[in-house]
């Protein structure tokens, strides 16, 4: 099936920490492959958005769906950027599916400016805050091979990386 879910990648892979590069011209018939792919891989997850390097394709593509279960409103994000960020900051509590069963309060921007293009080459912007703005900037990030834990101190950063690796051990010990 052509939108069958696809792994995703867990640290420490070291595809989650490569920069992805910008989808081009000649990208388009991968990126339409892949954009269903994805989107039915973070619905499967479940999960909230889905950044392309963490199914271990390294392009700027970001697939995303804050809707309410009933009424999905999926949106498919080529080459998105943050244009503008605010001086005020907020925290919030963030996972990711690249490193499952882990949480931690993030503080980032409380406010972005997103520009991306659509599927169909479409220029589009927004302004987001609250969990779209924290899930933008996220994924975003996942882009530049930049993970929640790499917001956090060095102590918590490492307890969580401990924790992660601790129990994928004990999981795959299990299976
Ligand atoms: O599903 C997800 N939920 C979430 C919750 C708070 C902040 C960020 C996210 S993104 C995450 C899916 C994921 O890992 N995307 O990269
Ligand atoms: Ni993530």
Known sequence: MS??????????????RQKARPVGEGDGDAVRA???????TMYAAPGIGLAAPQVGVGLRLVVLDLGPREKPAPMVL???????????????????????GQFAEVERPARVKVRWRELDGTRREMEAEGLLGVCLQHEIDHLDGVLFVDHLSALKRNMLLRKLAKEQRAKARAE
């Open 34 to 40: 892949l954009a269903p792919r994805m989107l039915a």
């Open 78 to 100: 080529v080459n998105p950027e943050i244009v503008a960020a605010s001086a005020e900051r907020a925290v919030r509590e963030e996972g990711c599916l690249s490193l499952p």
């Open 3 to 16: 939108d069958a879910p696809l792994p995703i990648l867990i640290l420490p892979d070291p595809r989650l």
